[in-house]
């Protein structure tokens, strides 16, 4: 059955049902994802609950209603099919919406996936999106929503933007008008908030030469180039407020720099940006990168619910809310790099490593181990492993690298899926982020075995 098809017989079953319960993820993907179903499903006139799981497990199985809805589930399961089937869930009342590779299963649960079609680069929320608008055609304004979840993913990382069927989405989100396409953008984070030299310093993806990682740095290419951070009446400036002159001087001056230190990384300087015309400016609502990391904070901090009513549309005291999480999230992950950066890791070969005992929740160290690893050994990927208080037996394990390590080869997500499998674990994700949950007792080995996969990929 081909892709369309697939999301045709999903729209159908959804449609034939008296009432749908949704299972989530609790990241990004998993909350634009859920926020997409439940406003089409209600726009449908079913009724439908929500159900956020931080993964699918044993432990959480229980969070699935035992009742007569069909059970959809979205950003996960495909990879847990043993559970539904251990569970007792028969066929007919499961639908898995997922983009992570499918575990053969003997019981033939209905599917929407679009790895074994070739679309690696759709999230989740993609996937719910063409869903929803096979529902309805009018839930074409849900496009903004499921580009958040497909930015969120890292779907466009690589890339430099949103390709296949999720660049599809983003003209759909254009043509309702309430996406902004930037084709040629410079490839930053915190275009919408952050001011203009704070966005250059903190840019890793390339890596700038006397820019990265150098406030100072960045404060003297805007005196070099003539553009002012600031506002007349002293406000500091963000990026998206700059006139095309100015943005044209700063990135001719950004790619004389790389030049001038070898050339690495320029075809990596400009990106696909999605602006949200709809959203106030300066907001972290504006674009797509910025949207997704509330949505995340709200799911590391156990408030899901909070981003998928952002998703719908509350901007009241839930958008104030979720506004709080994310400024205090911001404080905690600050908190842990500083941490990471004053302990130190260990190096080997090929990896560097830390373990944070039980200092930061395991929500958050992933978060952590991206933003030192610009401040770090950038070549070798890092790994931080924290305890779990609700279960010591275990230890949670979070690793990051780079798109520069991605393109000679590292794949975090094949590592952790063979090293935790090997020792009594189980992990998963993509090349560039991955996370894994191992036996406690098998730390030290496990670190080992890592950088022996590590060192095999770089061969």
Same mark, same amino acid.
């Given at each position: ?279 106030? /400016?300066? $907001?972290?609502? =504006?674009?797509?990168?910025?949207? #997704?990391? +509330?949505?995340? &904070?709200? *799911? ?102 780079? /798109?520069? $390590?991605?393109? =000679?080869?590292?794949?975090?997500? #094949?590592? +952790?899926?063979? &090293?935790? *499998? ?38």
């Amino acid at each position: 059955m081909g892709f369309s098809r697939e999301v045709r017989s999903a729209a159908e079953t959804i449609r034939a049902a008296e009432s749908v319960s949704v299972i989530s993820h609790i990241d990004a993907d998993g909350i634009s994802s859920e926020a997409i179903l439940r406003v089409a499903i209600t726009r449908a006139g079913i009724p439908v609950t929500s159900h956020f799981v931080r993964q699918l497990e044993p432990l959480t199985m229980k969070t699935v209603p035992e009742d007569d809805s069909l059970k959809v589930f979205v950003d996960l399961g495909a990879g847990q099919q043993n559970l539904l089937e251990e569970r007792g869930l028969d066929p007919e009342e499961v639908l898995i919406l997922d983009h992570h590779v499918s575990q053969p299963c003997e019981v033939p649960y209905r599917q929407v996936n679009g790895v074994p079609h070739g679309f690696n680069r759709l999230s989740a929320a993609g996937i719910a999106y063409f869903v929803a608008r096979e529902l309805d055609s009018g839930n074409i304004d849900l496009a903004k929503v499921a580009i958040v979840g497909n930015v969120g993913d890292m779907m466009a990382r690589e890339t430099l933007g949103l390709v296949g069927p999720a660049a599809e989405i983003v003209q759909d989100g254009v043509a309702h008008g309430s996406v902004r396409l930037v084709r040629q953008d410079l490839n930053c984070y915190g275009t919408s908030t952050r001011p203009i030299h704070v966005c250059l310093s903190y840019n890793d993806d390339p890596r700038i030469p006397g820019i990265t990682n150098d406030v100072r740095g960045a404060e003297r290419l805007l005196e070099r180039v003539g553009v002012s951070p600031k506002t007349r009446d002293g406000r500091y400036r963000v990026w998206e407020e700059l006139e095309q002159d100015e943005k044209k001087a700063i990135t001719s001056a950004l790619v004389q720099q790389l030049l001038a230190n070898g050339g690495e990384g320029v075809d990596r300087l400009f990106s696909e940006s999605y602006i949200f015309v709809d959203e106030a /400016e300066r $907001s972290p609502l =504006r674009n797509a990168s910025e949207f #997704a990391t +509330l949505l995340n &904070a709200c *799911g590391r901090w156990a408030k899901p619910r909070i981003g998928s009513s952002v998703c719908c549309g509350n901007r009241g005291q839930v958008y104030r809310e979720a506004e709080y999480m994310l400024n205090n999230h911001r404080t905690i992950i600050r908190e842990l790099l500083q941490y990471i950066l004053e302990t130190g890791v260990t190096e080997l070969s090929h990896l560097q490593y830390l373990h944070v005992g039980d200092r930061y929740p395991d929500t958050i160290i992933g978060i952590g181990a991206g933003m030192a690893l610009g401040k770090l050994n950038w070549r070798k990927p890092i790994l931080i492993m924290c305890t779990l208080p609700e279960d010591p037996t275990l230890t949670k394990v979070s690793m990051r690298t780079n /798109e520069w $390590s991605v393109r =000679r080869g590292v794949d975090l997500q #094949a590592v +952790l899926t063979t &090293a935790s *499998g090997e020792y009594g674990g189980g992990g998963g994700g993509h090349p560039i982020a991955a996370g894994a949950f191992i036996p406690r007792e098998a730390e030290e080995v496990f670190v080992s075995r890592v950088n022996e996969l590590l060192r095999d990929q770089l061969a």
